[in-house]
Nanobody, 120 residues
Framework: QVQLVESGGGLVQAGGSLRLSCAAS????????MAWYRQAPGKQRELVAT???????AYADSVKGRFTISIDNAKNTVYLQMNSLKPEDTAIYLC??????????????WGQGTQVTVSS
C-alpha cells in the first residue's frame, strides 16, 4: 500500500505564494507520474501540473508562468510552488501518483487534499 501525505495549504492574500508538498511512502514501485489536481466547490476536478518519470512537465493554461512543479526523487516527494496567487486558485489541491509494478500494472493513488484559500 502507498500513502500520500500532503502539506502546505492555507490562507493567503492575492498575489502571495504557497508551496505544497506531497510525500509518498510505503510500497513504492516505479513512479511514472506525479501530479497536482484541484477541485473548487461546484466545479470538476482539474489537472494543475504534472511531471513524468522522463522529466516532462505540463501545466494548465490558467497557472502557466505562476506555478512550478518539482520532484525530489530521493524523498519520493512532489512540490507545487504557487506564486502570484489569485482568488480563482482557491480549491482543494490533491496530489496524484501513478506507479508501475514490475509486472507492468499501473496503480493510481490520491492524497487526502489540502485546502488553499486566496483572499482578494
Amino acid at each position: 500500500q502507498v500513502q500520500l501525505v500532503e502539506s502546505g495549504g492555507g490562507l493567503v492574500q492575492a498575489g502571495g505564494s504557497l508551496r505544497l508538498s506531497c510525500a509518498a511512502s510505503g510500497r513504492i514501485a516505479s513512479i511514472t507520474v506525479m501530479a497536482w489536481y484541484r477541485q473548487a466547490p461546484g466545479k470538476q476536478r482539474e489537472l494543475v501540473a504534472t511531471s513524468t518519470s522522463d522529466d516532462n512537465m505540463a501545466y494548465a493554461d490558467s497557472v502557466k508562468g505562476r506555478f512550478t512543479i518539482s520532484i525530489d526523487n530521493a524523498k519520493n516527494t512532489v512540490y507545487l510552488q504557487m506564486n502570484s496567487l489569485k482568488p480563482e486558485d482557491t480549491a482543494i489541491y490533491l496530489c496524484f501518483v501513478r506507479l508501475k509494478s514490475s509486472s507492468s500494472y499501473y496503480w493510481d493513488y490520491w492524497g487526502q487534499g489540502t485546502q488553499v484559500t486566496v483572499s482578494s
